[in-house]
């Protein structure tokens, strides 16, 4: 009898399963403009990392906690996985950089026998010299004693092929007391990561240990034209920024203040067991127009819990100075964009945004979503790249960042999806191959509604804004500044007949300053946000 009814509750919970995963079929179509690739679902793969080879854009590599590592030899269409293992462990928070003469270097915290060390004592770096299929039994850096180093990133030099780590020091991970601290630290290898520098500390003002807002936590090295070293982080003094100009061996007397963090960096996002807003530095190498210009992305909750936002600051001075915060995401006010990441394609300066988006939802169902600029972070589009959403569970962990990677023309994100199955939760990384052709295809008016990009753009005293309506509506139209604050409102609730119409937008009228914009326009039948610039 037993036996009988867990066999119908089977059956049942077969019946309920099929139904929502027709539903799931039904209301989110499969095909997106780019075509998305699962990597892998094996290992309960999480927290990711990606790469595409300079020297060859058709050899990708890809990693995710805790210790999986894949690699693609055709453009990221299809992968091979593999684990890692080390003398020394291999334990997450995976990051992989390629040098000049094309070795990989996968970076990892550590989990070694207890005859050798410690949990997370030190960073482990492990290294392939054939793209990716077998892996050496690593080297290590910044051990001291068992007290934890965590959140490592790494960069290369592409001037003398040095290879450049920062990462989080731990007096004792997760302590309240005020004696425990945590503190930034830099190792170099100039040998290929044969052998590093003693890891020295490069920061300033200390946090706690709780790994939380007043923890100092995110370091991210780059490395700019003339071999200048550059890292950012975050933690109890706000954004801050260091720099080095003889390879590390020195560093600036007192860290740069680059911009505050409101709501602190480690947040709550419904649905999600953890979410941050570290940050992400990169340079531009490119020899192009922006060559040199940094750029800082995160996300942050500086307009309410209810409306985490995806931001860039830039520095055109290496960093003396920094923009204040642009806004990426280019939706409405009001809806979740987290765990952010972002490239630049040093064949061209163009810059790739990626990070999970909730713009077309009430609930938690959550898109992958990028946003890309060529004209130094003046402008954003942003399109949807995942071709399905997918609710996360906050008891389930999803990993501490995604990643993107960009190389002429080719551009392949990677974020964690979670699938609710029969047996239960499964966890799977994932990729698309980013069609350049449609993001910059020309816009067609069609039958639709449509609205285009307003002119003069930059404008001062006046603009003219079009639009197309299918049929008659109410018409709205609002200015937001880059905050998602509300500047203006020249169509409020009007009724339009269907047609063409150019609407004059008195932009002396509303007192805007001199700065970028994004305008919406929101009928019956649909919405759309543009840029504009006030100058």
């Known amino acids: 009898?037993?036996?009988?009814?867990?066999?119908?509750?089977?059956?049942?919970?077969?019946?309920?399963?099929?139904?929502?995963?027709?539903?799931?079929?039904?209301?989110y179509p499969l095909m997106s403009q780019?075509?998305?690739?699962?990597?892998?679902?094996?290992?309960?793969?999480?927290?990711?990392?990606?790469?595409?080879?300079?020297?060859?854009?058709?050899?990708?590599?890809?990693?995710?906690?805790?210790?999986?590592?894949?690699r693609s030899a055709d453009g990221g269409y299809s992968w091979d996985c593999q684990t890692l293992s080390s003398p020394y462990g291999v334990w997450g928070d995976p990051c992989i950089v390629i040098d000049t003469n094309g070795i990989y270097n996968f970076l990892s915290l550590s989990n070694p026998p207890n005859l050798i060390g410690s949990w997370i004592d030190r960073i482990v770096c492990q290294q392939s010299s054939d793209g990716g299929a077998s892996w050496d039994n690593a080297t290590f850096m910044g051990l001291n004693n068992e007290k934890p180093q965590d959140k490592?990133?790494?960069t290369v030099d592409r001037n003398n092929n040095n290879i450049y780590v920062t990462w989080t020091q731990f007096d004792v991970y997760g302590s309240s007391a005020p004696q425990d601290s945590s503190i930034?630290?830099?190792?170099?290898?100039?040998?290929?990561?044969?052998?590093?520098?003693?890891?020295?500390?490069?920061?300033?003002?200390?946090?706690?240990?709780?790994?939380?807002?007043?923890?100092v936590e995110g370091a991210v090295p780059a490395v700019g034209p003339n071999g200048e070293l550059y890292v950012s982080w975050v933690g109890p003094a706000g954004m801050m920024f260091d720099r080095s100009m003889d390879y590390g061996d020195t560093w600036l007397k007192d860290d740069i203040f680059v911009t505050d963090v409101p709501g602190g960096w480690d947040y709550h996002v419904p649905g999600f067991s953890r979410c941050n807003g570290l940050p992400v530095l990169v340079c531009d190498t490119s020899g192009g127009p922006n060559n040199g210009t940094l750029y800082i992305n995160w996300t942050d909750q500086r307009n309410g819990d209810l409306d985490t936002d995806v931001w860039l600051t830039k520095s055109q001075d290496g960093g003396d100075t920094w923009s204040a915060p642009i806004r990426v995401n280019d939706d409405p006010p009001g809806k979740h964009q987290f765990l952010t990441w972002v490239d630049i394609d040093q064949t061209n300066g163009n810059l790739y945004f990626v990070f999970y988006d909730r713009r077309d939802y009430t609930d938690h169902l959550t898109d992958t979503y990028m946003a890309w600029s060529s004209n130094g972070g003046i402008t954003f589009e942003n399109f949807k790249v995942s071709s399905s959403p997918f609710y996360p569970n906050q008891n389930v962990f999803m990993g501490d960042y995604n990643n993107v990677s960009a190389h002429n023309g080719v551009v392949r994100p990677i974020w964690t999806r979670l699938h609710e199955t029969i047996s239960g939760y499964q966890l799977s990384i994932w990729t698309a191959i980013v069609d350049l052709s449609i993001l910059l295809k020309p816009e067609v008016e069609h039958s639709d509604f449509l609205l285009s990009q307003n002119f003069p753009n930059p404008a001062d005293i006046s603009t003219f804004v079009k639009f197309k309506l299918p049929a008659a509506t109410i018409v709205t139209l609002t200015i937001f500044d880059l905050s998602g604050k509300e500047c203006a409102r020249p169509i409020d609730h009007s009724f339009y007949s269907n047609g063409k119409y150019v609407e004059e937008i008195q932009l002396n009228k509303y007192g805007l300053a001199k700065g970028f914009y994004y305008y919406e326009l929101v009928t019956e039948y649909g919405s759309s946000v543009k840029k504009m610039i006030v100058r």
Request: proline share 1%; charged share 20%.
């Open 1 to 27: 009898m037993i036996i009988f009814v867990s066999l119908i509750n089977k059956i049942l919970l077969m019946k309920i399963y099929l139904v929502s995963l027709l539903f799931t079929l039904i209301s």
């Open 34 to 70: 780019h075509q998305n690739v699962k990597i892998s679902s094996e290992n309960a793969p999480e927290e990711t990392v990606i790469l595409v080879n300079h020297l060859d854009v058709n050899e990708i590599i890809a990693g995710a906690n805790i210790n999986n590592c894949c």
């Open 152 to 154: 490592e990133w790494a």
């Open 184 to 215: 930034i630290r830099f190792s170099r290898s100039s040998d290929g990561g044969n052998t590093w520098s003693e890891a020295k500390r490069i920061n300033h003002v200390a946090g706690d240990c709780v790994d939380g807002d007043n923890t």
